[in-house]
Structures are given as structure tokens and as C-alpha cells.
């Protein structure tokens, strides 16, 4: 019987995925930007998973035009994903990925940790990234996932932010501007508390992010997609009400609003 994937999204990540799917006898069924998704709903009604592997800021318009068929398979893999996207959308168990290996251009895919996956596709997502020599592994429960979705976020946030201050590298940033580093990070765990609805472990957090860049202190910090996230940063602290002084003033240097 064969084992049906269905992709949406084949951007570098996608790929990677893809590759480790098939080196594990599934048929990857690749669906583009523009594709018609119940069209191909009607084809392969009962996937065994569905691989969400689009940026963040495509993930809601796919999500909404998801095929209901699919949402008891669905598979994420976003930066900035929280709980909260899925549910807005009906969406009740879906299998999440925080993904910690970088895939570039031109260049093999370079884990930073293990990446951690949750849901009732784990396993299959762990045996898929295994075969390609990318390790990762399973958590317990719902509350383990919302710590390493969290910690990814704050990494994310953090280095890119603060990336915008300082340019160079995440051991650069933790060494020598330590101070930049916590305030923009309490700045962000205060608007992912707010997005999580939860009292989150800052301290564990803490020690998350600096655990993420001791993996690989040479990785760059503000990517081009800073100013985004930073942007999106914002527009949350302002619904909620956050003060966030350290993002603002960032933002206000660079003008970015």
C-alpha cells in the first residue's frame, strides 16, 4: 500500500523534507503556489500526511483554503508558529516540527540541534529526517511542543532583532553585546507570552536561546527577513498593549514601523 505525502511548498526546506519522505518509501505528491487544492484533494483524498512547508506569511492563506479532508494530517513547520495559528482555523492535532537544521542554496543542510516534532506523524517526520542524516526526535506532550515552538521564536526574534543593531554573529551578539541580547529577548518572550496565553519559563527560555547559539556561533544574525519579523513583533505588542521599550527604540533607529 503506498504511503501518499502531499507537499505544499517546495521552497529549501520543502525539499529537504521531500528528499528524506521519499528515501523512506513515501510518494511526495508536490502541490505549487497557485495549485488548485481541493483539485488536488479530489485526487488524493486520504493522504497520510500533509506537509505544510510554506513561509510564515503564506501560512494562514494556505490554511484557510485547506481541504477539510486533509486537516486530520496536517504537518507545520513555520518559524513563529504558536498554537494559536492552527486553532484559528479549526485545526485541532496537527504534527509540528520546530525545525533547527539551515538549508541553503548550493549547500547540504546544516543542523544546529535536534529538532524536536510533536503530533501523530512524529515518528514518520523523525524516520524521514534520520534517513538524511538530520537528527530529530519526539516530545512527550502538547506542553513540551509550546516550550521548543517558543524557544525557536525566541532565537528567531532575538538574534534577527538584535541582528539589525549589531550585523555579525550570534556568538559575537551573546559575547559582546550581552545586554542587547536579554533586553530584546525579554521584550519578545513578553509578546509570545502574550500570543501563548501562558506564564512561560523565562529562565528555561533563557538558557534555550543560549544553548541554540553555542550550537553554531558563526551563524549570521539579521537575515533579510529582520525588519519583518520585527514589524510583526510590533503589530502584536501594539494589540496587546506591550510596552516592549527595547524593540520600539530598535525600530525607531532603523525606521522601521
Known amino acids: 500500500m503506498q504511503k501518499i505525502v502531499i507537499l505544499i511548498g517546495l521552497g529549501q526546506l520543502g525539499r529537504v523534507f521531500a528528499g528524506g519522505l521519499l528515501k523512506t518509501g513515501h510518494v511526495v505528491v508536490p502541490v505549487n503556489r497557485g ?10 483524498p486520504e493522504p497520510d500526511l500533509v ?15 485547506l481541504p477539510v479532508a486533509w486537516k486530520d494530517c496536517l504537518g507545520l513547520l513555520q518559524n513563529e508558529l504558536l498554537p494559536r495559528d492552527w486553532q484559528a482555523h479549526e485545526i485541532e492535532d496537527p504534527s509540528v516540527i520546530a525545525v533547527w537544521f539551515e538549508k541553503k542554496p548550493g549547500k547540504e543542510s546544516q543542523p544546529l540541534l535536534s529538532s524536536p516534532v510533536y503530533g501523530p506523524q512524529a515518528e ?4 524521514a529526517l534520520a534517513s538524511i542524516e538530520l537528527p530529530a526526535h519526539t516530545l512527550p506532550d ?4 509550546m516550550w521548543e515552538l517558543v524557544r525557536k521564536n525566541l532565537y528567531i526574534l532575538t538574534t ?3 541582528g539589525l543593531e549589531t550585523a555579525g554573529d550570534v556568538g559575537t551578539l551573546r559575547d559582546q553585546h550581552n545586554v542587547l541580547l536579554a533586553a530584546v529577548a525579554n521584550d519578545v518572550l513578553d509578546v509570545q507570552e502574550w500570543l501563548s496565553g ?11 536561546l543560549l544553548e541554540a547559539i553555542a550550537a553554531d556561533p558563526q551563524h549570521g544574525c539579521a537575515g533579510r527577513s529582520a525588519p519583518l519579523r520585527l514589524k510583526r513583533a510590533l503589530h502584536h505588542a501594539d494589540v496587546a498593549g506591550l510596552a516592549i521599550p527595547e524593540l520600539r527604540r530598535i525600530a525607531g533607529a532603523h525606521g522601521i514601523e
Not at 198 to 208: C, K, T
Open 35 to 44: 495549485d488548485d487544492l481541493n483539485a488536488v484533494a479530489a485526487r488524493w
Open 51 to 65: 506537509l505544510v512547508s510554506v513561509a510564515e506569511v503564506d501560512l494562514h492563506p494556505v490554511l484557510a483554503a
Open 124 to 127: 514518520r517526520l523523525v524516520a
Open 142 to 145: 502538547a506542553d513540551a511542543l
Open 160 to 162: 534577527n532583532i538584535a
Open 198 to 208: 501562558e506564564q512561560l519559563d523565562r529562565a528555561s527560555l533563557m538558557s534555550g
